[in-house]
């Protein structure tokens, strides 16, 4: 099943935004949870990925310092906390689940990403 994920919309340059993703399935709590990125006429890029018990993540350098990841495994979800935004981080952010429990920059190791949330940043 695919998760759902939300919270994207405009914003401006530097400000704050909470993407959350609802995930189902009784493995949850098994697998490591990834975010990715496409930006229009470019590929899908990682973002961010949190690994089962949510104590070890990784991040693609163009958003360190900025983006936080984190998880509920009560509540099946995902969350990516995004700050000092640029318009370079516009694009469609999707979540999905690892097959593995750590955490991965690998895309190809994530099944049935979600539909996405458009998020846009203006200067």
């Known amino acids: 099943v695919q998760p759902v994920e939300s919270g994207g919309r405009p914003v401006q340059a530097g400000d704050s935004l909470r993407l959350s993703c609802a995930a189902s399935g009784v493995g949850f709590r098994l697998h490591a949870m990834g975010w990715s990125r496409q930006a229009p006429g470019k590929e899908r890029e990682f973002v961010a990925s949190i690994n089962w018990s949510g104590e070890g993540t990784e991040y693609a350098d163009s958003v360190k310092g900025r983006f936080t990841i984190s998880r509920d495994n009560d509540k099946n979800t995902v969350s990516l906390q995004m700050s000092s935004l640029k318009p370079e981080d516009t694009a469609v952010y999707y979540c999905?689940?690892?097959?593995?429990?750590?955490?991965?920059?690998?895309?190809?190791?994530?099944?049935?990403w979600g539909q996405g949330t458009q998020v846009t940043v203006s200067s």
């Open positions: 999905a689940q690892s097959t593995s429990h750590m955490e991965s920059s690998t895309l190809l190791n994530y099944d049935d």
